[in-house]
Structures are given as structure tokens and as C-alpha cells.
């Protein structure tokens, strides 16, 4: 059970739109806070894109995530989990990047994460694009590598961009397979669809055995029985999840910077993470929101709507759907 | 067979952009007019958003409907059915909020709709937020309870807000409820779903006899077979028929408050409606449209679909789906 | 094989945000280039709306889907076809129209087709509204008449609007058959939905024998079993495909004059192309597409998507979805 | 003294945000009303844009300033003018133009405006583009030219586009000065501006003793220097007035379809109109209001409260500023 | 000197996108914080609209206006006066007000601005609609009137709304001065302009002594004369500033609810706060920011951009211009 | 007078929204194009914006303007200069940067301009943001410090940013100065204004002998003074003129990402380049053009507006305001 000082601000005593906008309003507990070494599932925002190839905006995410998430309640709805009730969450700011120097942001977003890692909290992170997801596992897989369930239109899995830069949000995986971050047998990719420059990521993919879900055959197998077949993949491990809000079809969330049209709508994005319950998750993160490709907002009341079910499958109770 | 004072323009006469915009492009037939008293179904507009907690906007639901409603036509697709042939459809006007008083506005509102009714018209109604249906049921239940078809992605029936505060847009089905204007045991509710301050008002609803499908029966079960349920449920009995537009999935309906992302799609929010054929319908609302955040106009225009499918099923003829 | 002076620019050589925006970042190459004479697929803007009944804008269709298909990348990611690599692809620039002369305009565009047709280029044309379609089949279907595939919501089979005028975006299929233009026989046309005037063009359409799939059919049946009925129907002959934007549902694509709700969604949007493989393609469009209401511009990139499918189907392998 | 009937509703007894939207809340009256003849100004709507060469959107124009008008009140605040009180006023309704066809159309306006003439009652007409000047001015000075002032950025009076097209909205004053609707020695254009694809059209001004008046002379002798002589020039004599909206810059007035930066600001916009107190105004127009490039609906409302402004030395007393 | 604890964040430490968003990145003290009793001048959000006759929106007030002042640095231009280290700064949260009862919501304001006065802190308050003045004003104001500076385009000295409505956004400075809070001979309003109901409000003002500059005055007169005028008015006692965006011409603040044309520039919107350097300024508030209207967020921007305005004139210094 | 094949395509030929869009409709004459020896301007796109330290979005700019650009007729109405007509003028294209790496990024674009001077054009360059000016004057002043007007709410005159990043769009100037690249005793600010971090940078303007003309200055002496003094620092020599967007006051050019209110406004924007005829203008650019900020697009109209007049005054002739 959680401790009251974890709980965040009912809208029956405030209203939603009044109040400092902090994640789910919880309380804001940054690290030097006293309170840091209580939280047991920190949301941590990184507002960076400067691995963005195509449209910036992500590094404006976490801002307009935390507006956003300020509309989200108490209880899940279908398994009626409280997570806030559950364990002690807090909103533990966000990691500063250094929008000019991508290797100074990814020390500084590992070093953050290394202290989260060692106050034993687990961190649900908005990004930021996706080359977010590479410093934030060199903190958490330092040790060992870890599996991954990863949502997303693209595999993020190309050797480099623009004649050599290695370091881009569509490099990210690549890197972590070869740091030795992630163990490729234990990740799985869903949803990948789009145009396609070549099959170099999927070359890759093959030879080291992530395993690829197209939309095609999710669209024709089902969310059920898709997840099914990644909960296996990923098995009892520490398994790291990463959504790129790509992966859910840009009608739905419109707000990002690399569309491809044709993807889940937006009750299969919160179905595929309701699957993931029973996994041993030691992170997770939404990644790609873009405010600016976003006018309506609607893509950031998705995100966070998706960022609470990953809490819920986080605090341990198997969400039913 | 209708009167052909009371048919709309044709958009072959009048082009669709231009004109005064009434509903539907109906003659505007307000109470003082002289061929008040042969209207058979009247569509109104309650301009009215003082119950809403949190994002207000629906008091300028009406006029975008109107706006939008000049793209409609004569005849239904699937059924052929041709309303404004069939009865004598004009648009009544709107009723005149109070908009810093709420019981002034109740009373009001109530004070119109009695009128309707002793002119014999059955009103469509279009909110104004979901608090408008209160004072609706107070003057069409005023000698019986109803039954209702509600959709909806919240029950709003809970006892109070904000610590006591009786009259919002989510507690108006509570009042009914209380008030003895619905017949709990011939309510269903249907595609109810997002985060939960708590189950208060699902309490309430299984003690009452009021039936809960909320989404994931939705979506499960379909269409057919959830609304053959609700019709068994509603009878034969005189049945009021309340639509939020936050039902439809955000995306379909992104102009309105209290979003819930993961419903149904547009096509899935015309069809239920069709398969209202045959019940008793003494009035029907579309409420929560609310113009500032639809900056597109999608929301208004998926709204006065939906009202015109309202509009067919009232006339009487089984729509054909 | 291609000629690599027909290859677009990379993603990887140049950011797609980056250069003049030609359609796919092909070359140029209007009639007066010295290599127009090699262009196996040519793709075509035409700029125009005087046709349209309602909400104008898709003449600035054209310059919208340029921007939107710098996105678009070398591969199909279902068929693995490479189009650009297959034959020869060209941006031929825009057909100049009046705006202030619907008849001056058509027989502009007409003969810029004829040009395409003595070249042996096949033209994928962005338009321009649907009356656009009339004017390039006059030119491609100049020797005999030919099938047609047609996705929209509505017929466009109508007689005429506002009390005799003949030329419209309601009326260009009526205009073809009877020029002779379409072998009724061999037309199908998918989707059609929305409130209507009368039955005036369904009339028509059952007495040539067109072949009317309404929306109801399309989601009972699904994609598949009803392509494989539109392929039969089509044959071997020449057939033209012509895509209404406004056949997809307005939320995917709300950029559009005459939106109805209750349509496919974006991956149907793109499967009924893949369909269309094996049939024999002399001409397709992609009409209607309206930048003013498309304010994040998605629906462009929708049609752009569209385009891409349409143009692997051209270059003759099937696509398998 | 007016009519109690021609009063517009008060804000204070029906908020400004509810009612089916006239022009200034002012009652619905068209030619077949039985008040049509006591009507001394009337404004009137012209939903057309068939004219425009580039971006259209004014056919939307007459719905928007409808909607905007709403929150025009009873007084004006510098000159204590209430002008419903002063004369009747009644929204006359649009004339129906044909999309597809600009002879008719303008044939249709001409016969309008014919009638209202008989009637007596002065118009003020919300456009559409600017050739709906023309053929008002066919009705208005049938009998005899009139002077005009004329508040644009362009001086519409090219001789033709697109190789010999004579109607468009960059000729409707040549046309008028050659039909002998306008004498050109009682013209005047003010706030002339932005790049130009010749002097042909000052050349004739010149010729015909149009007088124009730039915007850099505008700008140096500012608006009370500038408007002693346009009333000097207009003289006594019958005088239309035409507005375009773009005469006020794109800032102030983002919601038209040739805009041209660097005019005046919405004070001077206002100011001009005050000026203009005095003459002999036989009709006056608001036109290039195009509502899809004005999504917050600021250029309507500053188009109304020109038209508010219009109608307050319309009905004759001196506005003074 | 001020306390470094009171520090805003720079953004050269942490870029102005990221972090948790306070008014001016200061530190959150609620009432409840340690360092509550060492605030001089306090932030204090009031998300409150329910006195809004026409469009609602300014309970999202505070929230934007909190995003956007993460732009504001620390030092002032002109004057180089940096507040945040002249006094101790800070964010003081939002007064939650019950959106569904107006009285409800006055008492609760008024006890937390009770408690604000009671701590000696000078209150900076961010709206809300203009209603909001008058509970602030009955804490601050309890013991003695004060003077007011009031920049708007309306009175808001109206006795009542809809029929004998008391407390709406148009009637809080006659129930300030009906209550004995304002001192009438130390009040001026400037800006004053836009259609009118009637003169009611400004036979209140003149039979009290209120001084109005409408805006034609201010236009001839210029803000250095105005200005010089208002601080004689103000004289040495204690005054309130009241700022309501509509002040600005609704070009450079959209974002507002009842906007009129031909107001100030925002250089001026400036410079009229800054010539209130001298006074005894006792509160201060900026209201009416209103996002559904502002949908680039240029209002909120101007908005905070006006708050630190008032901020350097409230640490003492005057800002010289 | 330049040569016909380097002729904008001319509105009444091609209407303006039709074909593919280079800037003002110009020949499309990349380095490898057999007339590229023949250009006398070369307007040059340089999408890049990786120096942004808050709001990103100006690599969007190039191309949103050569859109805009399409309006953009062939005569200066003011000074009647045709400067197509004057001299060869062509669209040279985008120098590609590399979006993850800045150095990289600077070594291409300063590649890309030492081959423009080498072929003895004069770059007008359409920004990306700040720091772009740096590659450029790398290339332009080689050999010789060139003189600067700059126009600017900043100085860019910073040293480093975030803990020593020296690149970034704050800092392009102090390295310029420091390079060797700027004269500055001939180096003029203009319009400088915002809150402010410290006063480093103009403490390095004044021991630099750079002047600074602060927005309060500009208001009270006006243009023509002001101007009069800045021609009279850049002098006779070799001047380059830096024109950031964010000058303009922000409600006329929302779409940038560091606005500052109180700036001038659009009629302003043109008299400063105006007032620059006679000087010896070895390039210019107009930079921090952000189209995601910039949902009408008419801060891209007012960008090339302004590039138009630089153009105008670049080739030579005094433009008359």
C-alpha cells in the first residue's frame, strides 16, 4: 500500500484544470527531494530530440504529457487497479538535455537514470524522441542485458544516417544490441510498417533474432494472440518496454514526427499493453510525442492514457481487458 | 406525409454554404410562430455548458451543429428513408441559458420543454453539456417515468462534485434517478470506459437495476448483439434516447470535454443508433459537442450524422443497416 | 530496370525536410525536357476546383501531396517492390487550369493528356477534384471506352446541379458514359455512402449496369472478398482507377469538400489498392484532397501513401498485402 | 424611429452565443416576407467565389459574419449612433449563386439587387470576392454611374486573366467603368499595395481619372488627411462604398485569399469607415472574407465590426471618432 | 536582496522547454510550504470562468500562462530591474474554485487571498475571468478602499446580466464600489471601446467620479499623457491593477473572450504598466486569457509577458521605458 | 537585364498555387545545372535548425517559404523596380545539412557558399536558424571582415550556452566577431528587446564597438533615423544584412521559436530594407522562419515579402518607400 503523501490531487477537491500540471498529479519529488528514496515507480520526463532525422517537436513531450495527464484518474477502469494505492509513484521531474550536444545529453540522461537505478525505483519515462531509449538502458541493462517489447512503426535498428552519424532516433536499438544492452532473442518489434529506404534493419534483425511483427500480421492475427507470442519471446526476464507513439495509427496520434499510415487504433494501443501483464518489467518508456504536429492535443491524451496502463501492468496486477 | 412548408432546402436549389443555418436547413419555427402547432418533431438547441467540470465549451454546441447540419440531405442511404417527407420537422430555436446561474437555466429549460410537450412535438435535442437532459426528463417525465438508451463513455450518475455540489454534467441520471423521471430497470447504459475517480456510480447503478456494457462488452460482443440487449431492455415503454458524442472514440470526436480514448469508430456510432428501430422514442439528445476544441468541425458534423439517424429512427420505419 | 536519373533523392543523402518538393523527390521533367520521352509513369498535378459544388480548396491539392510525398521512402514494406527502381518515374509538373473557366480548363487539361498518352506515359495524377477525372479520360479512353475502378462515397453519376449545369464534381461519371468514355459494364464504384439528395444516380447506374458496393456491403463483406468481385468486374481490359479521398472516413482524411462519415479506415484505405494487382492500369487519381481543411496535413499524406500503393500496382508485380 | 419588429435580440435577455445567427441578430427578411417592404437597410449575403484566381473560401464568407455578428451590440461606443433604432434593418437573407457557373451567377446577384432597389432599401452586403461588386453595381447604378470609395489593397481593375478571361475578381471595377456603372473622376482607391505583375491596371486608372492612393502615401498622411479627400472626391452624389478586407493587413486580417502585408491596422480600419460620415452612400460592401485561411474567426469579427461601422454612417448621423 | 531559494531556473542551466511548469520557473510554495511566510510577492493561479457571459475558457487561464512564462528571463530589458532577486518570488499555486457554484467559488477565493494578505505577501494573480477581481479585492481591500488602474476594453460596471444575474464578468467593479472596496475618485479605466448595449455602466461611472479613457482618447493622447493622467488619479494610496488582456487590440490576443477591434498594439500594452512605476501597488491581476481562443499561444505569451511587467513595477524600482 | 530564361513564370500564365514551388517562381538552377555560371542571386535554402536552444522547427522554413513565395509577383509597387528583369536571379536549392551532427552541418553549408562566391553570386538565404548566418560568413568574408545590419530581437552575441556548447543560435556573432568574419565598429543591431538572462552579451557588444538600437530607441526615433544611422555604420564597404524573423513583433510572425513582444510591425518590416538601398550587400538572409509555430502561414508570407525587398534593393536601385 502506498503512502498518502504518493497520492495525487482528486479532481473532486481540485478541479483537473487548476493546480501545477506534475505527471497524474502526483507529487514532484526530484531526486534531492527527501522523499526520493520512498518512490517505488518514478515518471521521469527527457525533453530531447535531437536525434530527430525528419520534424523535431518530442523534446516539448513531457510538458504537454503532464497537461495532458492531469485528465487521468484514480482507478483502471477494466481491472479496477489503483496504482497510486498500490505503491508510492512521483512525478521525479524531468533530465535536462543539452539540446546542442547529443553526447553530453545521452551522458547526462544516463547518469540520471544510474541514480533512479540505484534508489531502486523503476522508471516510466516520456521522451524525448526515440534515441532516448539508449542512454535510459545504459543505466538500467548496465549489469545484464534485458528483453524488449517494443511498439513501434519502425525498427530503429539502422546502422547509421547521413553518411555515418550513429547516433540518430532511428539508430537507438542497433546500438543497444551491440553495447550488449538488449538481449536479441528476447525482443520483440510490433507494428512496423511504412515505405522503407531497404531491408538493411531487417537484415539485421534477422541475423540476430529479434523478431519482427508487421502490421499485416497483426492486423490479420489479433491483439491476443500477437501479445501472447511476445509475452513468450520476452519471457520471465527483465524486460524493458518501449512505445513509440508511432506504432498507433497517426489518425489517432497525429502528434509525431515520422507517421506511416495504416496502424492500431486507439483501443489496440491500450489493449497490446494490458497484454503485457505478468511480464517483469524494469522499465518502460512513451516515446515520439511532438506538441507541435499536435494541435488538438489529442495525441498527448493518448500517450499518457497509455503511459497509466503501463503503470498498471507495472505494478503487478494482471489487468483484465 | 409532411407538409412542404416544412421541407428543407435542396442544396440543387441552394447551394449548401449558403443560407441562414437552421437545422437541417429547416423552416425556423419558434414557439410564437404561427405553424408551431403542426411541427411533429421538433430539433432545438440548449446552448448551455454551466455543468461542466472541467473543460466548458458546449454552449456553442448548437450553432456549429446548425453550421454543419447544411450538409445534410433529404434521403437516408441504407433505408431510403426520407424524414422531412415523412413528418413535420422544423427547428424550434434555442432555448435561452442563464449562463451564471444554474437553476434559472433548469428552470428555463424546463419551462420550454413543457411547452413541447403540450404541443404534442418530439424534441431533438441539441446540448449543451450532458446536464441539459435533466431539465428535458423533468417536463417529458413529468407524469412517468422513462426508459432510456444512453451512450456514453461515463455514467453520470454520481450523488455530487466538488463537496456537495448537486448539478453537474456528471450527476444528472442520479437526479433522474431520484427524481423518479427514469425507470432504473429500463436504463442501459452503454460504451462506458476511461479512468475512475472511484465505483460510486457504478454502485449505485447495480443496486438501482441500471445495466453497465461498458467497452470491452462493447467491442467484444458488437454491435447487434449489444443493441438487441438494449432494446429488450428499453421495451415498449415510452423511451428517451441520451447520446454523448464523448461515446465515439476522441479521434472520430475530438470536440469535446471529458474525452475517453479507445471507443468506437464513426461507423460503429451510426450503426447503434439504426438499431434503435422500433423502440418508443418520447425525445433524444446529442450533448457535450463543444466547438473550441473540434477546430476542424469533424465532431459537429459526425454530431448532426448522428442526429440525422436520430431523426429516422423517430420517424418510425426500421432503418435497414 | 530504371535509369538512376529517374531515382529520387534519399533520406539518407538529403533529410526529407530538405529541397524543392517534387512528388516522391523525382526528378522534374515537364514535356519540354529532353528526357520526358523515357518516362515510363509520369505523375501529374492538376490544380483545379471549379467543379466543386460545395467547399472548395483541392486545387491546392497538388502542392499539399508534393510537400507530404517528400516522406515517402524507395520500398513497399509488404510487397518489397521498388518502384522507382522498376520503371521510370517522373514529377511532369502541373496542368495549368483557369480558375475563372471550367471549359477553357477541361479542354487544357485534356490536351496536356494527350500529349501523355502519344508519349506512352502512364499518368498517376493528383488532383483537382473529381471533375478533373472527365477531362483525362476524354483523353485516355479517346479510342475506345474503358472499366474503372472507383472509390468514393458518392457516384458523382448525377445529371446535373443548380438547374442544368452540367459540369460539376457531382456529375463527371454521368459525362463519361455517356461520351462513351466508360464501359458501364466494366464499373464499379466502392464505398458510397452519406445522406442523399435522391436516387437519381443510383438509377442511372443500375440501368448501365454499373456496379454500386455501399458501405454497409463493404464492412459486412470486408476487403478482400469485395476486391476480389471489383477485379472480376474490371477484367482484363484497360481499366482507370479513381480514388475520392472522401471514400476514406473523414476522421482518416478530413481534408476534404464533401466528407461522410461511417467510411474505411487507413488500413482498408491502402488494402483495396493492394488489391488491385494484376489488373491492366492505363491512368489512376487521387482526387479531392483539400489542404484548408486539412490543417496537420495528414490527409495529404494519406493520399500520398495511397499514391505510392497505386504506383506499386502500376508497375505491374502484385502486391502482396 | 425604427420598428420594435426590426430590433435585434439583446444579449442581456438571450446570450450572444445562442439563436439561430442572422446578421446583427437583426430578424430574418427575405423578398417573400410580408415586412420586405419596410425595410430601409438591408444586409444582405453573396456566398460566391467563382471569381477568385487564386486561394478561394469567400462563398464561406456570409456564414462566418453571420456568426461573428452576434456579438455586435446596439450602440455604437465613439458616436452613441444605435442604428436599428434609427432605421429598419433586417437580414435579407443570401442570394444563391451557381458554383459552376459565373455568367449565371452574376446574372442571378444582378436580379437580387434589381429587386431591392425597387424596394428601396439601401444594401450592405457581405461578399464573397470581389467581382460580387459588379453585378450589384449593375442593379445600383442602372440608371445613372455612381462615385466609390474604395478600400483595397489591389485596384481589381486589370483587364483580364488567363489569356482573355473578363471576369475575375482582379477586373470587376474595369468592367464597371466600362459598363458606365462608375464614373472613374469620382473614384477613389486607398491602401494600394504589394508586388504587381504590371502597371496596366494604374495605367488606366490614370487614364480614366481613377485616383489612387497608396499605402505609403496612406501611412505619411494618415487616415483624417487621407478621407478629406476621398470626400472630396466622391463628392455629394450617389456613392458606393466597397471594402475589401484585405485593405487591412494580414495580421489584423489573416482570412482572405490575396493577402498583401503592410496596411493598416484595425484602428485605421475602423477609422477609415468614421470618415466617411456625411456622404451620400447608396450601398456598401465587405468583401474576400474567407473563412477557411481564418481559423480563430478574427477576421469576421473585424469584418462585422466594419460592417457595423458602415452601417452607422449609413444611416446617416456623423460618426465621430 | 532576495533569497537564492527564490531563484527562478535559468535556461542555461535547464532549457526553457523542459522541466515542471511554475509561474517563471520560481520555486512552488503553497500555503502549506515551509517557506510560505518568507514570500514577498506571490504567483497565484485563479482557472475560473464561471462569471463568463459569452465564451468560456479563462479556467485554462493559469495553466497556458504557467507554460508560457518558462520563456520569461530575469532580467528587464529596459530597466534592467531583475525582481527575482530583488524580493523573494514565487509560484503560490491555484485557488481551486468549484466550477459549478459561483458563490461557492467567491468564498474560497477570498479565503485564500485572506490568508495571502495575512502573510504580508503582495499578490500577482493570474485569472480567471474578470469576475475574479472582486473576491480578491474583498480580501485585499477589507479594511479600507483602494484605487484602481483598470486597462480593458469594457467597464464591467454593469448592474446585472439575464434578468438580475448579480455576479457575472461584467458587474465586478460596480459590486467593488457598490461594497465600499474601491474608492470611485481613485479609480480610471482605459481602453474602453466596442459596440454597447446601452450607457448604463457609464452613468454609474460618471454619477461616482470613475474617470474613463475610452480609446479614441488614448489613441490622440498616447500612453505617456494617459499614463501621466492614470498616477495622478492613483494617487499615492493604496491601488489595485487590473489588467484584462481584452485591453489589447484582439489581433495581438485572440485568446480572450469578448474581444473588440482597434486596441492598442502590444508595445503599448507594455508601456502602460511600466508607466505605473511609483504607485503603491497593493495587487495585481492579468485576466481573461482564455486558450480555447488562442490557439498558437501568442495571448498566454503577451500574457506573462504583461505579468512581469507589473512585477518590476510592484519590486519598486520604476522601469524606465 | 537579365536574361529570359531566369523569368519567374508569371501568374496570369500559371496561376499562383499551380506547379512545382522554387522561390517566387524562379528557375530551379542547382551547382550542377549548365546555367548555374549565369546567376547573378541565388536564393538558397538552408533547412537546418540544431542550433535552437528552445523551440525547434526552422529547418521547416525553405520550404514553407518557397510556398509563400509563390504570390510573390514581379514588380516593386513603391519603387517600380522588376528585379528578375534586372538581373539573373535563380533558386540554387537547399544546401542538405546534417540534422544530428553540427559541425558536420556547418562544414557542409560553408562548402556549399564558398562555390556560390567563387561563381560570383550573391546569396539571399532562406534560414534554418541563427547560427546559419556563422557557415555563411565563413564563406562570404573569407578574405575581409564584412559590416552587418542586423535586424533582431537578440544580439546573438552570447558566449556559450548550457555549460560551454559555443554553436548555437545565441552565439553566431560572438564567433564571427571572434573569426574575424565581422568588422565590428561596422556592425549595427536593431530592434533588441525581451527579458534578459544577464548582460553579457551586450558587454561584449560595447567593448567590441558594436551598436545596439533597442526596441524603445526604434519606437521613438523611427525608421528613416534610425536607418540613416545604420547606413552610416555599414558605410561603403562590404555589408551583409541578417534579417531574423523574430525582429517583427510576434503577432505579425508568430512562426518562430525565441519571440519577444513589443517589436514592429509588418509595414516596418519593409521600410528597414527599404531604407538599406545603397549599400554594397554581399548577401542576406531572413532566418527563424518556423512553420510548426505558423499554423496560417503568414509569417512565410511576411519572410518572403521581406526577401523580396532585400532582392529589391540588391540589385541596386534605391527603392523608393
Not at 544516417?161 to 540518430?168: D, I, K, L, R, S
Not at 499485416?216 to 491483439?223: A, I, K, L, Q, S
Amino acid at each position: 500500500m502506498s503512502d498518502s503523501f504518493f497520492h495525487p490531487v482528486s479532481g473532486f477537491d481540485l478541479p483537473r484544470f487548476a493546480g501545477v500540471p506534475t505527471f497524474m498529479r502526483l507529487p514532484y519529488v526530484p531526486p534531492e527531494h527527501e522523499r526520493f528514496g520512498d518512490v517505488d515507480i518514478g515518471l521521469i520526463g527527457v525533453p530531447w530530440d535531437s536525434g530527430t532525422t525528419n520534424r523535431p517537436g518530442p523534446r516539448h513531450g513531457p510538458r504537454q504529457l503532464r497537461d495532458a495527464s492531469t485528465m487521468i484518474r484514480a482507478q483502471h477502469q477494466a481491472s479496477g487497479i489503483r496504482p497510486f494505492e498500490a505503491v508510492n509513484c512521483a512525478d521525479l521531474g524531468d533530465v535536462g538535455p543539452n539540446p546542442a550536444d547529443i553526447i553530453d545529453s545521452m551522458t547526462r540522461i544516463t547518469a540520471f537514470y544510474d541514480r533512479i537505478k540505484q534508489a531502486g525505483i523503476t522508471p516510466l519515462t516520456a521522451g524525448g524522441d526515440h534515441l532516448t531509449s539508449l542512454p535510459v538502458l545504459r543505466a538500467l541493462a548496465k549489469d545484464a542485458p534485458v528483453g524488449m517489447v517494443h511498439f513501434d512503426s519502425h525498427t530503429d535498428l539502422f546502422h547509421s544516417y547521413f553518411g555515418g552519424t550513429m547516433y540518430t532516433h532511428g539508430t537507438p536499438f542497433r546500438r543497444a544490441v551491440e553495447e550488449g544492452l538488449l538481449d536479441p532473442k528476447r525482443v520483440v518489434q510490433i507494428g512496423i510498417r511504412g515505405t522503407m529506404y531497404d531491408s538493411e534493419d531487417r537484415d539485421f534483425a534477422r541475423a540476430e533474432g529479434i523478431r519482427l511483427i508487421e502490421i499485416e500480421e497483426f492486423h490479420d492475427r489479433g491483439v491476443a494472440d500477437v501479445m501472447a507470442e511476445a509475452r513468450e519471446i520476452a519471457g520471465d526476464g527483465a524486460t524493458y518496454v518501449s512505445y513509440d507513439i508511432d506504432f498507433v495509427d497517426p489518425t489517432f496520434a497525429p502528434g509525431t514526427g515520422t507517421p506511416e499510415v495504416g496502424g492500431p487504433n486507439s483501443y489496440q494501443a491500450l489493449q497490446v499493453v494490458r497484454e503485457l501483464a505478468g511480464l517483469t518489467i524494469v522499465g518502460a518508456d512513451m516515446v515520439e510525442v511532438s506538441p507541435p504536429f499536435d494541435p488538438s492535443g489529442g495525441t498527448a491524451f493518448l500517450g499518457v492514457s497509455i503511459m497509466f496502463e503501463l503503470l498498471c501492468v507495472m505494478v503487478g496486477g494482471p489487468a483484465q481487458g
